[in-house]
């Protein structure tokens, strides 16, 4: 149980080109999902927090405009990265709470690796 | 604020050996501590837990104790596979310094076993 998915795994775009990742929770209903960024042999950086039904809370720095973020129902949750440049090039990662292991405990999707060209 | 500190790596051992991977943590309140292990290309697994002190998390032959008078949730595995050979996370939430549920994690240490 418990099983967080993204999709794509991987996108390559063009500068200027809006990019949507999506995030499923696919056996729990997630309260919350969180989007992170990972950079090359780093940690995650959390960008953001959402709940259902509410608009999403931005990490300090982090542009709400570029980087729009909706919680549509319990088990959808989609990052839309607008105008990418090549400096949004990392790897993207969602994670779930809300599952039988409460809403502490937070269930990582596999990821998107953005590449923009 | 809530703060984590693992061990730098990377950290490089031989088959069957002992493995150790210090985390100690800040935190305002009773946070929960985590262990999560993240493969190569892959996003983050949750490897174990612990909600309370002295709680003690296992899962797949690693353990950690939340020692909450020194600060304390090392990871500890008695005899380590290649397989074993991913990135590790040590992470608490909860402390009461920031938004209910928020993960704060430490750098990762890169764990390397060879045959």
């Known amino acids: 149980g418990a099983v967080v998915s993204q999709h794509p795994s991987r996108v390559i775009c063009k500068s200027g080109t809006s990019v949507k990742i999506e995030c499923r929770s696919l056996d729990f209903q997630a309260t919350t999902m969180f989007w992170y960024r990972q950079f090359p042999k780093q940690s995650l950086m959390l960008m953001a927090t959402?709940?259902?039904?509410?608009?999403?809370?931005?990490e300090q720095g982090v542009e709400k405009d570029k980087f729009l973020i909706n919680h549509a129902s319990l088990t959808l949750s989609t990052l839309t990265v607008t105008s990418a440049h090549p400096e949004d090039s990392s790897f993207y990662i969602c994670?779930?709470?809300?599952?039988?292991?409460?809403?502490?405990?937070?269930?990582f999707g596999p990821g998107t690796r953005l590449l923009v060209l | 604020g809530d703060s984590v500190t693992q061990m730098e790596g990377p950290v490089t051992l031989s088959e069957e050996a002992f493995l150790t991977i210090n985390c100690t943590y800040t935190a305002t309140g009773y946070p929960s501590l985590f262990w999560y292990v993240q493969y190569p290309g892959e996003g983050l697994q949750l490897l174990l837990k612990a909600t309370k002190a002295d709680d003690k998390g296992s899962n797949k032959g690693f353990e950690a104790t939340y020692r909450k008078e020194t600060t304390s949730f090392h990871l500890e595995k008695g005899s380590v596979q290649v397989s074993d050979s991913a990135v590790y996370f040590c992470a608490l939430t909860g402390g009461g310094g920031t938004s209910y549920g928020k993960l704060t994690f430490g750098q990762g240490t890169i764990l390397t076993v060879h045959p």
């Open positions: 994670s779930a709470s809300g599952g039988l292991a409460g809403v502490e405990t937070q269930y």
């Open positions: 959402s709940n259902e039904g509410s608009k999403a809370t931005y």
